[in-house]
């Protein structure tokens, strides 16, 4: 095998080795939210558009609280509407008991869906919204 080769095979070696940690440590933060499941309120603060040309998509910042301690998360958006139609409104927020930095705003119903939360009749308004 030619060194060009060794070295495009090391590399796409440890880019699936990079995808695959990072699936893997998704799938657990999921999985630790499901199995320790609380929910609490959020509310969004602020809607960052995003660099299109950096690749960066646009993202929602919130806060919730549990026991008395502040979070401050962002959710990844990727639908094309406005999102600061969102801001200052409260959402749930389900995240690990016993790690709740590991938490997921619910807005749509599929997202309540995963995590096998009926979707509340107040949030109706959002399906407007819906990528």
């Known amino acids: 095998m030619s060194q060009k080769k060794k070295v ?4 796409l070696s440890c880019i699936t080795l990079f ?3 990072v699936l893997l440590w998704q799938y657990n933060v999921r999985e630790g939210i499901k199995k320790n499941k ?3 309120i959020g509310k969004i603060i602020e809607y960052e558009q995003g660099l299109s040309t950096k690749g960066q998509s646009p993202q929602f910042v919130y806060y919730y609280y549990v026991n008395g301690a502040s979070y401050k998360y962002f959710r990844h958006t990727n639908w094309p509407k406005d999102g ?3 801001i200052y409104k409260s959402f749930p927020v389900v995240c690990d008991s016993t790690n709740p930095k590991n938490s997921r705003l619910l807005i749509f119903p599929d997202e309540f869906r995963d995590f096998n939360i009926p979707f ?3 949030l109706q308004w959002v399906l407007d919204y819906q990528p």
């Open 8 to 11: 495009w095979t090391i590399l």
């Open 19 to 21: 995808f695959t940690i």
């Open 84 to 86: 600061s139609i969102f």
């Open 38 to 40: 609380i929910i609490v």
């Open 120 to 122: 509340p009749d107040s």
